[in-house]
């Protein structure tokens, strides 16, 4: 590696900077510079200040956002900035004060001579000869048919995976008439039982069953759902299809628990704007807007299930899930 002076090899003319050359200019530069780590350290300071002084349980309003905890508020700020002042004092120190020099590293050509190159090809050739290979072409064909087959066995070992999926990814266990099923006392609930405001994670009847059966959560993990009961007024949507029998009943609604994203849980609910948001990324549902996405990465809004009452006043289900639940998978229409 060389070092040029400014201006050779064709490099546009060198344009000293400001710093370079006036000596008020750099002392400036330096004092910002100086000025910024010094903020930085205040904020470190502030931060520790912070967590000492702050209770842990405080909340704080944020215009537009309700309130937040005051400790996380203020550590995130004072941390941010001392990290913020650091990059930033470093980044003018080199762009205004450090040395301001081009470097050149010289290159060779990245192929071979012409002469190595055929010498090469020529030992390939007479390697080839040598080998007799092109006159046994028995041996040839048959060493071709092994290197094609034994790539076989790794297609074949990708059934280790387990079974192709069939309806699984887009069936759950609801079925008309399933009652719904309170999931942490596994009772019936009727819609009496729910005030406006409640919220209710709930499973289809009969789930333990087919858990002690399969010995997994897979079904549990595709047929939780959560019941919401609004003010039917409030109600903006549902995803009642035109024609149908409603798909809500007096004002209750019956989701997906399963976020569609990736799949975690959904449970938190924010019971006067009606929002569920995702604890994993933040992806955040109007239920009160047909489980439409108002915010965050997932694509799709929250499937709904169609409920009613049996004869005995308790909720059912009206039919199963009319798409798939969970997250997004390939031939998902
Ligand atoms: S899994 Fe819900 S936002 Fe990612």
């Not at 910002?32 to 350290?41: D, I, P």
């Not at 980044?91 to 050149?104: G, Q, R, T």
């Not at 409603?246 to 399963?258: A, E, F, L, N, V």
């Amino acid at each position: 590696m060389t070092i040029e002076p400014h201006g050779a090899n064709d490099l546009p003319e060198h344009k000293p900077r400001r710093a370079d050359v006036d000596p008020r200019a750099a002392k400036r530069a330096e004092r910002q510079v100086g000025f910024m780590f010094l903020a930085s350290g205040l904020a470190s300071a502030a931060f520790i200040v912070a967590y000492i002084a702050t209770p842990i349980d405080d909340t704080i309003p944020l215009p537009g956002f309700g309130t937040t905890n005051a400790s996380n508020l203020f550590l995130g700020i004072s941390m941010g900035l001392a990290l913020f002042l650091i990059g930033a004092a470093a980044i003018h120190w080199a762009k205004k004060l450090m040395p301001d020099v081009e470097i050149i590293q010289e290159r060779s050509a990245e192929s071979s001579p012409d002469d190595e190159r055929g010498a090469l090809l020529d030992e390939y050739r007479r390697g080839v000869d040598e080998s007799t290979v092109k006159r046994r072409p028995f041996i040839l064909g048959s060493m071709v048919a092994a290197l094609g087959l034994a790539g076989l066995p790794a297609i074949v070992l990708l059934r280790d995976l387990g079974p192709l999926p069939g309806t699984v990814l887009r069936e759950t266990m609801w079925e008309p008439g399933m009652h719904i099923l309170i999931a942490e006392t596994q009772q019936k609930i009727r819609p009496e039982d729910m005030e406006v405001g409640t919220l209710v994670s709930a499973v289809p009847e009969g789930i333990e069953l087919v858990m002690e059966e399969e010995g997994n959560l897979n079904a549990l993990a595709k047929a939780a759902v959560m019941l919401i009961r609004m003010d039917p007024n409030e109600i903006v949507a549902d995803q009642t299809p035109e024609g149908q029998e409603p798909w809500t009943y007096q004002g209750i609604m019956c989701y997906s628990k399963i976020c569609t994203h990736v799949g975690c849980p959904l449970g938190l609910y924010e019971q006067l704007t009606h929002h569920m948001l995702c604890p994993c990324h933040q992806s955040t549902f109007d239920l009160a807007d047909a489980g439409n996405v108002i915010f965050g990465p997932a694509a799709r809004s929250l499937p709904q299930l169609a409920i009613t009452v049996d004869e005995d006043g308790y909720l059912v289900a009206r039919e199963g899930f009319a798409e798939p639940v969970g997250p997004s998978f390939w031939e998902r229409g």
